[in-house]
């Protein structure tokens, strides 16, 4: 199938293996709505509504002025757009930054930033995210930590969006921006992204890409009560040219069942299989919120973009999980990534004391 995105701004189409198109499961995806207007309200316990938030940043940013249009060109050459899917775990955008050298005014040094207030990550994210931002030691965490909240903002601001013309979606180049209104995006106690109420997502990173997951969680009733939903999103590359990590991330079963996929060589596979449980991971921690290691799980991946798991967690934290959705599909862009998303849902209690 052909998944048509912006690019700067302009158009491009990306190209998804065929694996992408397999059959949704229910269970735990049927309780993530995604494509939903938001609901409206002030009180503190009601999911974020999308829809009322502040889009003067919007309108600024679409000044007829020529000084304006100069500076909107500038940020959207900062970054590229790499995908924007709808896969059945929720929807999924992927974002690569540019690679400008330090000593360039929209690189995202921490001087360029603290020193410029009109520098173009100001125009995209929440002003606490920059701040956080700007205190991480290194380059790297800097850049990922932005293109993750960038993705994951255009993301939600993808998935609040029911405006169509003709059935389909008006794009925005900045629908990153519409999102600058919500509660910051930060990480919580354990390192997850600090998602909007009544909303899940995960964040992803590879070198220089950030990918962003957001589905509305239909579950959600009050910030006091524990989540019964989690979401998870994965990048990785098909290869790992370095070392082999097949002996650290797969199981002896694993390793000997490999070679199964259609399409994907031995080697992939390892590097498939580690993107899958990745994700799962990230979906079913905010529901055990317990460390998971790499031979306490055992993924399968099948041919037609789905995968199983078979849980071998000692202290027996799976028992209180129910159904979970796992698909994956490999980016035919020429970027050699395998992109896995994740779902995950508490059983009901009456099924757990069975």
Not at 144 to 160: C, D, N, P, S, Y
Request: glycine share 8%; hydrophobic share 30%; with cysteine.
């Amino acid at each position: 199938m052909t998944i048509l995105g912006n690019l700067r701004g302009g158009a491009a189409f990306i190209s998804i293996s065929s694996r992408s198109s397999a059959p949704r499961h229910g269970g735990a995806s049927a309780k993530l709505k995604k494509w939903t207007s938001a609901v409206s309200s002030e009180a503190s316990t009601t999911p974020t509504s999308i829809s009322s938030l502040n889009h003067n940043t919007t309108r600024q940013l679409a000044s007829s002025s020529q000084q304006q249009q100069q500076q909107n060109a500038q940020i959207l050459s900062c970054w590229n757009r790499l995908f924007d899917v709808e896969v059945p775990e929720g929807r999924c955008v992927g974002l690569e930054l540019v690679d400008f050298g330090n000593d360039d005014t929209r690189s995202l040094e921490p001087e360029m930033i603290t020193t410029n207030a009109s520098h173009w990550i100001h125009s995209l994210l929440h002003e606490e995210e920059v701040a956080y931002g700007v205190t991480l030691p290194s380059p790297s965490r800097r850049d990922t930590f932005f293109i993750g909240r960038m993705a994951v903002r255009e993301a939600l601001g993808i998935l609040g969006d029911t405006t169509n013309n003709g059935g389909e979606r008006r794009r925005n180049p900045w629908e990153i921006a519409w999102t600058r209104g919500i509660p910051p995006i930060l990480k919580d106690e354990h390192g997850r992204p600090t998602m909007p109420k009544g909303y899940v997502g995960s964040i992803s990173h590879k070198g220089r890409a950030g990918v962003g997951i957001v589905a509305r969680d239909e579950t959600y009733s009050s910030p006091e009560d524990p989540p019964k939903v989690g979401i998870g999103v994965d990048l990785e590359y098909t290869t790992n040219s370095r070392r082999n990590i097949s002996r650290r991330v797969l199981t002896e079963h694993e390793i000997a069942s490999l070679g199964q996929v259609e399409g994907v060589t031995e080697e992939e596979e390892v590097m498939l299989r580690f993107s899958l449980k990745e994700c799962i991971y990230k979906s079913v921690h905010p529901l055990i919120c317990q460390y998971v290691g790499f031979q306490e799980a055992e993924v399968t991946p099948h041919s037609n973009g789905t995968a199983t798991v078979t849980w071998k967690i000692k202290s027996g934290a799976h028992e209180r999980l129910g159904d979970i959705t796992a698909h994956w599909r490999r980016l035919e862009d020429g970027s050699d990534y395998f992109l896995s998303s994740s779902s995950a849902v508490l059983r009901e209690e009456e099924d757990v004391t069975k």
